[in-house]
């Protein structure tokens, strides 16, 4: 907490540790092919013969953005300890399967949870004879580091306006005042260095706007997984213009499993 100290009157010390969630902070390495039960971002994974591989509008093959081994993973509240939950997106359609009009609309994206990884799969001769992405977003296989941290509620989302009742730069500029501006920046920067490259749980960040604001049937939906985007010689994710993407999920169908209904948002700068 001392990070925040310098930015925070006492009190408001108080509420940030009120709000803090624990998630899973991700870090990405660039280990070459990895096996395909690995957690990890990019290139192909465990997918079992008896379900049948996921298509988008276009008609072409979805890829693999990202895949959770839960047995790899340290405990995060209120998610498996076993399995696989796979994301699957269109990589070959510029929104990357996400609907604008319909959030849920599953037709570019699937969410999978593979329980019993001891099923026949494919193998990764079989995966890797898929069509290349048109708009590939992840440069790479990269291996998933996963570490718990506790996550403040500090980003502009719907949980900061329900939590304080007030627009998070109107409430800022009440705080900061002229300094405002500069304040964010130095508390973004800070908060920033401990949200890792993704987070699994916890609270979302975005480049525009929470879709949430503006979709009340959405807004009891949390946080499932984060993927920023990441620079780096050794590893490269990008949405668009330095974007971010987020899976959402109601707390009902987290608790029971049910990661098809989990829906997908991107966006950038």
């Given at each position: 907490?001392?990070?925040?100290?310098?930015?925070?009157?006492?009190?408001?010390?108080?509420?940030?540790?009120?709000?803090?969630?624990?998630?899973?902070?991700?870090?990405?390495?660039?280990n070459g092919k990895l096996p395909l039960h690995k957690s990890k971002v990019g290139g192909v994974g465990?997918?079992?013969?008896?379900?049948?591989?996921?298509?988008?509008?276009?008609?072409?093959?979805?890829?693999?953005?990202?895949?959770?081994?839960?047995?790899?993973?340290?405990?995060?509240?209120?998610?498996?300890?076993?399995?696989?939950?796979?994301?699957?997106?269109?990589?070959?359609?510029?929104?990357?399967?996400?609907?604008?009009?319909?959030?849920?609309?599953?037709?570019?994206?699937?969410?999978?949870?593979?329980?019993?990884?001891?099923?026949?799969?494919?193998?990764?001769?079989?995966?890797?004879?898929?069509?290349?992405?048109?708009?590939?977003?992840?440069?790479?296989?990269?291996?998933?580091?996963?570490?718990?941290?506790?996550?403040?509620?500090?980003?502009?989302?719907?949980?900061?306006?329900?939590?304080?009742?007030?627009?998070?730069?109107?409430?800022?500029?009440?705080?900061?005042?002229?300094?405002?501006?500069?304040?964010?920046?130095?508390?973004?920067?800070?908060?920033?260095?401990?949200?890792?490259?993704?987070?699994?749980?916890?609270?979302?960040?975005?480049?525009?706007?929470?879709?949430?604001?503006?979709?009340?049937?959405?807004?009891?939906?949390?946080?499932?997984?984060?993927?920023?985007?990441?620079?780096?010689?050794?590893?490269?994710?990008?949405?668009?213009?330095?974007?971010?993407?987020?899976?959402?999920?109601?707390?009902?169908?987290?608790?029971?499993?049910?990661?098809?209904?989990?829906?997908?948002?991107?966006?950038?700068?």
């Amino acid at each position: 907490m001392k990070r925040y100290e310098t930015f925070f009157p006492d009190e408001w010390i108080e509420k940030i540790v009120k709000t803090k969630k624990d998630a899973g902070v991700i870090l990405l390495h660039n280990n070459g092919k990895l096996p395909l039960h690995k957690s990890k971002v990019g290139g192909v994974g465990y997918f079992p013969k008896n379900t049948a591989y996921p298509t988008g509008i276009s008609g072409n093959p979805l890829h693999l953005l990202a895949q959770l081994n839960f047995e790899e993973l340290p405990p995060i509240p209120d998610f498996p300890t076993r399995g696989i939950l796979a994301f699957y997106i269109d990589m070959h359609d510029d929104l990357y399967g996400m609907d604008l009009d319909d959030m849920q609309n599953q037709a570019g994206y699937r969410t999978y949870y593979f329980e019993d990884l001891t099923l026949p799969a494919a193998t990764r001769e079989e995966l890797e004879t898929l069509p290349q992405p048109e708009y590939p977003i992840v440069q790479g296989e990269y291996a998933i580091e996963c570490s718990i941290g506790s996550i403040p509620l500090l980003q502009d989302n719907y949980e900061f306006k329900t939590e304080y009742n007030e627009d998070y730069y109107v409430f800022f500029e009440e705080l900061f005042g002229d300094q405002v501006d500069d304040k964010l920046d130095e508390v973004y920067e800070r908060f920033t260095e401990d949200m890792g490259e993704g987070i699994i749980g916890g609270y979302p960040m975005f480049t525009q706007e929470d879709p949430r604001f503006y979709r009340e049937h959405l807004r009891e939906h949390v946080l499932l997984f984060q993927l920023d985007s990441v620079f780096g010689e050794e590893v490269e994710v990008m949405w668009g213009d330095a974007g971010i993407a987020n899976f959402f999920i109601h707390p009902t169908d987290l608790k029971n499993r049910r990661f098809d209904k989990a829906w997908f948002n991107w966006d950038c700068s």
